[in-house]
T-cell receptor, first 116, second 114 residues
Framework: GAVVSQHPSRVICKSGTSVKIECRSL??????MFWYRQFPKQSLMLMAT?????????EQGVEKDKFLINHASLTLSTLTVTSAHPEDSSFYIC????????????FGQGTRLTVV | AQTVTQSQPEMSVQEAETVTLSCTYD???????LFWYKQPPSRQMILVIR??????QNATENRFSVNFQKAAKSFSLKISDSQLGDAAMYFC???????????FGEGTQLTVNP
């Protein structure tokens, strides 16, 4: 299957700073990428959907000014957590789709963010 | 809005035995996709099996099979000959045919006992 690489796998940052997470599709072009947040022992909650070259669509309740998503190319999407606070500590997962409506979504390995 | 419910937070099975994980969903659509994903301790999401709603035949992938009951909006996963490597969190997920977003259930933590 297709490979989605997410980097970094773990990051610790100080409260008030910003941190960027990258999601790359290594062997295919992803027209759509998704960002999820997962708390311990809980399900994946969709934060936003991004399409290459256009603004991301955020789910209700997700602060778009806090979670900046950029999908500048067909192989790269980034999530920037701005002015991070301890409550932003979580596991963030991206997924990518090739395009078309019945294609699979492939997941990155996730990023554990800890804000201290 | 579509919802996916997994009523079993935890399940356990003896190695080599069979276990069934339950999933129900709610939708007004007639055509859609259903999935089972596995999330092992590494946290990497792995697609286990997929079912198109328009297909009456239940999907099968080696030791994994589903029981898809469209009228009852039920989509259970059966794991046969359970192996230690099957231990993971399992998520049921739904996607509209015309949509791109996945809606996940709450997950079932499967333990495989040697």
């Amino acid at each position: 299957g297709a490979v989605v690489s997410q980097h970094p796998s773990r990051v610790i940052c100080k409260s008030g700073t910003s941190v960027k997470i990258e999601c790359r599709s290594l062997d295919f072009q992803a027209t759509t990428m998704f960002w999820y947040r997962q708390f311990p022992k809980q399900s994946l909650m969709l934060m936003a959907t991004s399409n290459e070259g256009s603004k991301a669509t955020y789910e209700q309740g997700v602060e778009k000014d806090k979670f900046l998503i950029n999908h500048a190319s067909l192989t790269l999407s980034t999530l920037t957590v701005t002015s991070a606070h301890p409550e932003d500590s979580s596991f963030y997962i991206c997924s990518a789709r090739v395009g078309g409506l019945n294609t699979e979504a492939f997941f990155g390995q996730g990023t554990r963010l800890t804000v201290v | 809005a579509q919802t996916v419910t997994q009523s079993q937070p935890e399940m356990s099975v003896q190695e080599a035995e069979t276990v069934t994980l339950s999933c129900t969903y709610d939708t007004s659509e007639s055509d859609y996709y259903l999935f089972w994903y596995k999330q092992p301790p590494s946290r990497q999401m792995i697609l286990v099996i997929r079912q198109e709603a328009y297909k009456q035949q239940n999907a099968t992938e080696n030791r994994f099979s589903v029981n898809f009951q469209k009228a009852a909006k039920s989509f259970s996963l059966k794991i046969s000959d359970s192996q230690l490597g099957d231990a993971a969190m399992y998520f049921c997920a739904y996607r509209e045919t015309s949509g791109s977003r996945l809606t996940f259930g709450e997950g079932t933590q499967l333990t495989v006992n040697p």
